[in-house]
């Protein structure tokens, strides 16, 4: 079955690393992706990942997938408060025609 | 680029109408579409999947008679929340997924409708 996991929670201080990590339990899953949410607002894409990769780098954002433990992570380098907002991982999978499957969402707050 | 409008952000109404909830691909063409809805502080549940030109697939407990959903071309879908009630009343969050990639192009989302049901 289809089931992806994240932490509720995560507090951290500007200028500081932020990780933020997912696990699903379909070994079958495409894509793998991470998008933000705001308050009272949509989701926007931030990255995602090709089931067969390893590791994807954009700007401040590094993914990193283990396929062998199904563990996905989001590293945001030097974080800003602009980036306190709902971290969402999904995954596609093409048996159940490219579907996302979101995980529950993860609250970042990010302290002065 | 991948730009996704959604209109209206945000309804209040009285119990018994219909709501009806435009998603709008504006610099792609979108043959599927999504809706979702979300709940206060919870992940987003698919209500039903917009194919251009075809009748809409629903997920299992979501009523199409109650949710009708149009997907008249490739960068319009509509959502009618027909004689909507208190318990309708949630965040209803569109997504438009490109052409291409065998399925695999990225959704994209609206920024979301707020439907307050007096």
């Known amino acids: 079955g289809e089931d992806v996991e994240q932490s509720l929670f995560l507090s951290v201080r500007e200028g500081d690393s932020s990780v933020i990590n997912c696990t699903y339990t379909?070994?079958?899953?495409?894509?793998l992706y991470w998008y933000k949410q705001e308050p009272g607002a949509g989701l926007q894409l931030l990255t995602y990942?090709?089931?067969?990769?390893d590791m994807k780098q954009d700007q401040r954002l590094t993914v990193l997938l283990n396929k062998k433990d199904k563990h996905l992570s989001l590293r945001i380098a030097d974080t800003q408060t602009g980036d306190s907002a709902i971290y969402f991982c999904a995954e596609s999978i093409r048996a159940a025609g490219n579907k996302l499957t979101f995980g529950g969402g993860t609250r970042v707050l990010v302290k002065p | 680029g991948a730009v996704v409008s959604q209109h209206p952000s945000r309804v209040i109404c009285k119990s018994g109408t219909s709501v009806k909830i435009e998603c709008r691909s504006l610099d792609f063409q979108a043959t599927t579409m999504f809706w979702y809805r979300q709940f206060p502080k919870q992940s987003l549940m698919l209500m039903a999947t917009s194919n251009e030109g075809s009748k809409a697939t629903y997920e299992q407990g979501v009523e199409k008679d109650k949710f009708l959903i149009n997907h008249a071309s490739l960068t319009l879908s509509t959502l009618t929340v027909t004689s909507a009630h208190p318990e309708d009343s949630s965040f209803y969050i569109c997504?438009?997924?490109?052409?291409?990639?065998?399925?695999?192009?990225?959704?994209?989302f609206g920024d979301g409708t707020r439907l307050s049901i007096l």
């Open positions: 379909d070994s079958s899953s495409t894509y």
């Open positions: 990942i090709f089931s067969n990769m």
């Open positions: 997504s438009a997924r490109g052409q291409g990639g065998g399925g695999n192009q990225p959704q994209h």
